[in-house]
């Protein structure tokens, strides 16, 4: 067993970045905290430090001021790290790739483990996304 | 010189969803000034919606926000229809208040949870949340998509409302009425939350005039306006309704706003529901072949307010100009009264309090000393202050078993 899968075997502990997003990517990511979905049954827990987390969830696009923070929160984390890239922004910009503040998608500033593609993704897809990779793992 | 601490709250906190700095100023527990700084979620959009046709800016103008992802279209349908002239058939006026009134009931309660959460009270959170998603599995229904419905093209609706879906429709409302009366009973009777919402941030009506807050935040100061009567759009003037204003300007009136604004949207979808049933079904959307020269506005009243769009067309088949305003944007102004004078724990909650969405307005808050410039508190310290608080007034009122 590698360090990664040991890493990732009990509850993972969540860290939401929004990006330059337009929330609907971040609203289902907080709704799979609730009754319908509720990862905590499965020891999954949204936390509001980075240095605390096993998973860093980035939604939305990244513009120019917040790439920089982005950065900053990658450092800041402990390693070994899932990134996981949600909605169709966080993958490749989206309908704001154009945009004159758009500093490009989340894989060329961090590396991405998982990408969950939807506009927004379900909470279903976002669970999904995330079990895939630990069964792979 | 008196030392002060400056707490910034942000950009990337637990508070919010979205990305923005606050800066508190503080004299002790008192927070004497507040400055925000915003930008981390600009996108450009207006820029983007120039290269677009008008079709496609729908569908960008509906991810400004994702909790108004219908009063961003609705707003620029309007426009457009001003500058091309056209009239909507009625079943697509009905079809479109239906979807915004939805929106309205949803935003409202995911507020609600919002600020439960802020309190220290989960329960409403969860409770809040649990009962808005039948109103997404409602919204799958209608037009296939939890959220960003695409429904909006200028003349008209693009999908219909099946015959089927109707009492459907009725009947998940009627699973949400009394849902959200018990929730409404279960904040509005308890007295924790009397404690800590009532009398906290308040905006008088002088307030609201002089930083021409809008929306639910106007409302709950005794300003009188609505978008959906004083400039009467889709079917608003085809049903009855009325708009709901309280005095106070506290969080608490804040709240009650809130709370009766789902009541009066779910009537409203009702009564529309019933003249859909009773036409039968027809053309929801005219052709618009030419869009003219010219340049229109169209408003429209977002859940959390008016949002505003001005468009300049030369008779091609873009935007030349495309002006945005969302209602956040001078809801978010109002902080400068409603936070100054409040302690740091209250401050989060009148800063809740306007439900601010910073997507629409494109903004976090940490505390440093000044002195040292040594975070002292960020997002989730204040959240946990702010939680604190409620356990303690609980403790004293109900005694130490609770
Ligand atoms: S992927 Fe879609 S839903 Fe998600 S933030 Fe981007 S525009 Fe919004």
Redesign the interface.
């Given at each position: 067993m590698g360090i990664k899968s040991y890493c990732f075997k009990k509850s993972l502990w969540l860290y939401?970045?929004?990006?330059?997003?337009?929330?609907?990517?971040?609203?289902?990511v907080?709704?799979c905290l609730?009754?319908?979905y509720d990862v905590e049954r499965f020891g999954m827990l949204?936390?509001?430090?980075v240095r605390h987390a096993d998973v860093l969830l980035v939604a939305?696009?990244i513009?120019k001021?917040?790439k920089s923070?982005l950065l900053e929160?990658y450092h800041q984390a402990p390693k070994p790290l899932v990134v996981v890239a949600i909605g169709a922004c966080g993958i490749t910009g989206?309908?704001?790739a154009?945009?004159?503040?758009?500093a490009g998608p989340v894989d060329k500033i961090i590396p991405v483990d998982v990408y969950i593609p939807g506009?927004?993704p379900?909470p279903e897809a976002i669970l999904a996304g995330i079990v895939n990779f630990l069964n792979k793992s | 010189m008196k030392q002060k601490t400056i707490i910034p709250v942000g950009p990337y906190h637990p508070l919010q969803e979205e990305p923005e700095l606050f800066k508190l100023f503080c004299d002790g527990e008192i927070v004497t000034d507040i400055e925000w700084e915003t930008g981390y979620n600009h996108r450009g959009i207006e820029k983007i919606n120039e290269s677009k046709t008008f079709e496609q800016v729908f569908f960008v103008v509906e991810r400004i926000c994702g909790i108004c992802s219908t009063s961003h279209p609705f707003a620029f349908a309007n426009a457009m229809e001003e500058i091309a002239q056209v009239k909507v058939p009625d079943r697509a006026k009905y079809i479109r208040t239906i979807i915004a009134e939805l929106e309205r009931i949803h935003s409202h309660l995911l507020w609600v949870g919002l600020a439960g959460h802020f309190i220290g009270y989960n329960t409403v959170f969860m409770w809040a949340w649990k009962y808005r998603e039948p109103i997404l599995d409602l919204f799958e229904i209608i037009t296939g998509n939890r959220n960003s419905y695409a429904m909006f093209k200028i003349g008209g609706v693009r999908r219909d409302i099946d015959e089927k879906d109707y009492s459907k429709i009725l009947k998940i409302l009627d699973g949400v009425k009394p849902k959200a009366e018990m929730l409404m009973k279960a904040v509005i009777d308890d007295p924790v939350i009397h404690m800590r919402t009532k009398g906290i941030g308040i905006l008088t009506k002088q307030d609201i005039l002089d930083y021409c807050a809008v929306g639910p935040t106007a409302r709950a100061s005794g300003v009188d306006v609505d978008i959906r009567r004083d400039d009467p759009y889709a079917a608003y003037p085809l049903v009855n309704w009325k708009v709901i204003v309280t005095q106070e300007g506290d969080v608490f009136a804040k709240a009650v706003v809130r709370f009766l604004e789902i009541f009066e949207s779910i009537s409203i979808i009702e009564q529309c529901v019933e003249k859909l049933r009773k036409d039968p079904p027809g053309q929801i959307d005219v052709k618009v072949k030419n869009i003219p020269e010219g340049n229109g506005a169209g408003r429209a009243e977002a859940p959390r307010g008016e949002v505003f769009h001005y468009v300049i067309t030369d008779g091609s088949n873009s935007p030349v100009r495309h002006k945005i305003r969302a209602p956040s944007y001078v809801n978010v102004a109002t902080f400068k009264k409603s936070c100054v004078g409040q302690t740091i724990s209250d401050a989060t909650l009148a800063l809740a309090a306007v439900d601010p969405c910073y997507c629409c307005t494109e903004r976090m808050a940490h505390v440093y000393d000044s002195r040292t410039r040594q975070r002292v508190l960020d997002g989730r310290g204040l959240i946990q202050l702010s939680q604190q608080r409620t356990q303690t007034l609980k403790k004293n009122l109900f005694g130490k078993n609770t």
């Open positions: 939401h970045f929004a990006g330059a997003s337009c929330n609907n990517c971040d609203i289902e907080l709704d609730t009754p319908r949204l936390i509001g430090s939305g696009s513009n001021k917040c923070r929160v989206g309908v704001f154009e945009g004159n503040t758009f506009c927004p379900k | -």
